[in-house]
């Protein structure tokens, strides 16, 4: 059964860092995009970022040059570090694996972690 | 970059009821469209992919339609474990989900 289970929120200050962790079981994370994305209180989706299966990684603007996603593919597990963080960074933070549709590579996320909560605040 | 208006923003709807939620991307993004279903405190749970495949396991009620810019999200028949809050998400580029449509009941 294909499992991700999301761990490592929790309360830090303006400027902190904290590392997110996402486990998996049932399937092998390097072969798949896997992404991170986040849910402000009360508020929609937002992707934070990603990792492919080359290595490659990817940020939107928000978070570009503070947040770092990284895989060890030995643990099966996904990595987000954290640093300089804001209050608006608060959020539930998933991590959630990236499915593709051939010939068009039309992706979608077919599963997500139960969620992670990162309150930013001093 | 495009942007995606996801309407209406809620709705009340009665069990039973045919229920159609819409979703406008600023560029035409083909069938890159996905849609996904939330409940209160709980990860989001993928419906539709590619405009209007039904994922896996997702009850036929749900479907999904369109293609370039306008798409659609139908709910037949709404059962009561349907109210939830539904996103559509365009992967033409990089991921971007629209605001959101919670369905409540009336």
């Known amino acids: 059964e294909v499992q991700l289970v999301d761990s490592g929120g929790g309360l830090v200050q303006p400027g902190g860092s904290l590392r997110l962790s996402c486990a998996a079981s049932?399937?092998?994370?390097?072969?798949?995009?896997i992404h991170w994305v986040r849910q402000a209180p009360g508020k929609g989706l937002e992707w934070v970022s990603a990792?492919?299966?080359?290595?490659?990684?990817y940020y939107p603007d928000s978070v570009k040059g503070r947040f770092t996603i990284s895989r060890e593919n030995a643990r099966n597990s996904l990595f987000l570090q954290m640093d300089n963080l804001r209050a608006e960074d608060t959020a539930v933070y998933y991590c959630?694996?990236?499915?593709?549709?051939?010939?068009?590579?039309?992706?979608?996320?077919?599963?997500w972690g139960q969620g992670t909560q990162v309150t930013v605040s001093s | 970059d495009i942007q995606m208006t996801q309407s209406p923003s809620s709705l009340s709807a009665s069990v039973g009821d045919r229920v159609t939620i819409t979703c406008r991307a600023s560029?035409?993004?083909?069938?890159?469209l996905n849609w996904y279903q939330q409940k209160s405190g709980r990860a989001p749970k993928l419906l539709i992919y590619?405009?209007?495949s039904l994922q896996s396991g997702v009850p036929s009620r749900f479907s999904g339609s369109g293609s370039g810019t306008d798409f659609t999200l139908t709910i037949s028949s709404l059962q009561p474990e349907d109210f939830a809050t539904y996103f559509c998400?365009?992967?033409?580029?990089?991921?971007?989900f629209g605001q959101g449509t919670k369905v409540e009941i009336k």
């Open positions: 590619a405009a209007s």
């Open positions: 998400q365009q992967s033409y580029r990089t991921p971007l």
């Open positions: 560029q035409s993004i083909s069938n890159y």
């Open positions: 959630a694996r990236a499915n593709v549709v051939a010939p068009d590579a039309i992706y979608y996320f077919d599963y």
């Open positions: 049932g399937f092998s994370l390097k072969n798949y995009d």
């Open positions: 990792i492919g299966t080359t290595g490659a990684t």
